[in-house]
């Protein structure tokens, strides 16, 4: 693709650190000479239902202290405080990811994404995250039998009303809003130091194959869904557009809080990858190994040494 259509739309540090550049062999991921251009952005934040925290007096959570006091609250009045279908798996990898964010640096988190050298899955704060999963499960601050509840069939629970915060994905939006109307609304994770560290990712990017027969077709293709206009219509159909988001005129207080939420964490650097790009096995096996940790088939060290041997054999050995 040619590089100055690239620069004119996104800058480099955000195409790098959503992973829409892509290896050559033996290239890390993030890196190399193949990329491309995504149209939309996703976060993986707090869903809260803003009656519930009306009815605890409590204010959305800023802090971790502050998600710690409300999760303790919702569960002293009976209600769900975490939201959780993790059946297919799919769900413990982004609630892991979101634990990891309270105690790693996001630059320590890049690293073991996308598996680079110098840190360990078996480090301080990677433990710190898989022993605060084992305490929200022990605690009962996780959904009854979320082992056998669909991702999908919890957010339809917590659209019923059956939940005070749920942890997901940006990619809720639309249906969260045409389920609940204002009674949703969405912050990024909590943080003590101010500095924004929250699970992100593009949609798959648009990219002009070396081969192509019209690359100016493809070009032009590509500069109008990434132009103001494209994302003034992803805005429109309650998509979160990758870039321009605080210019658009989303219609409810809930869009704005996600457009706001992506453009903050995107221009403050606190957009960290999803946890599975570091081997070709590192979604079955972080997704597996989560599962297992949340069933008390495997301790914390357990769990994360089995993270590091994946990563241990994609290297060869360390």
């Known amino acids: 693709m040619d590089q100055p259509l690239a620069t004119r739309r996104f800058r480099t540090r955000l195409l790098a650190r959503c992973l829409a550049r ?9 890196e190399g000479k193949l ?51 993790n059946l297919e798996k799919s769900a413990g990898i982004h609630l892991f990811g979101f634990a990891l964010n309270r105690f790693a640096p996001t630059e320590d988190v890049y690293k073991l994404a996308t598996g680079r050298q110098g840190v360990f899955w078996a480090d301080e704060n990677p433990k710190a995250a898989a022993e605060l999963l084992v305490r ?18 919890a957010w339809r629970e917590f659209a ?12 809720l939006m639309a249906d969260l809003e045409a389920a609940m109307g204002d009674k ?39 500069e109008f869904v990434t132009s103001s206009r494209g994302m003034a ?9 990758v870039v321009e988001a605080t210019s658009q005129r989303p219609p409810t207080v809930f869009r704005a809080e996600v457009f706001n939420s992506w453009a903050h964490a995107s221009e403050t650097g606190g957009l960290v990858p999803y946890l599975d ?14 599962e297992q940790l949340l069933a008390k088939r495997l301790s914390p060290q357990q769990a994360l040494d089995k993270l590091q041997a994946d990563v241990d054999a994609a290297r060869g050995g360390r």
Do not use: C
């Not at 892509?22 to 993030?30: C, I």
């Not at 959904?143 to 669909?150: Q, V």
């Not at 798959?204 to 590509?222: C, E, G, L």
């Open 233 to 241: 219509l992803m805005a429109e159909h309650a998509n979160l557009p």
């Open 160 to 171: 019923q009303d059956k939940g005070v915060f749920l942890v997901s994905g940006t990619w």
């Open 22 to 30: 892509y290896p050559a062999a033996g290239d890390p991921l993030g």
């Open 184 to 222: 949703v609304g969405f912050v990024l994770p909590p943080t003590d130091d101010g500095k924004v560290a929250v699970t992100a990712g593009t949609s798959v990017p648009f990219a002009i194959s070396a081969r192509s027969r019209n690359p100016d077709a493809a070009a032009a293709y590509i």
């Open 35 to 85: 990329f491309g251009l995504p149209q939309g952005g996703e976060l993986v934040g707090i869903f809260f239902n803003k009656q519930k925290l009306a009815r605890l007096g409590i204010a959305p959570p800023r802090t971790w202290a502050e998600f710690d006091a409300a999760l303790r609250k919702a569960k002293e009045s009976r209600e769900v405080p975490i939201q959780f279908g």
């Open 136 to 153: 929200w499960a022990d605690q009962g601050m996780l959904t009854n039998g979320f082992s056998g509840l669909g991702s999908d069939a």
């Open 277 to 290: 790009y570091a081997t070709p096995t590192a979604y079955d096996t972080v997704t597996s190994v989560i």
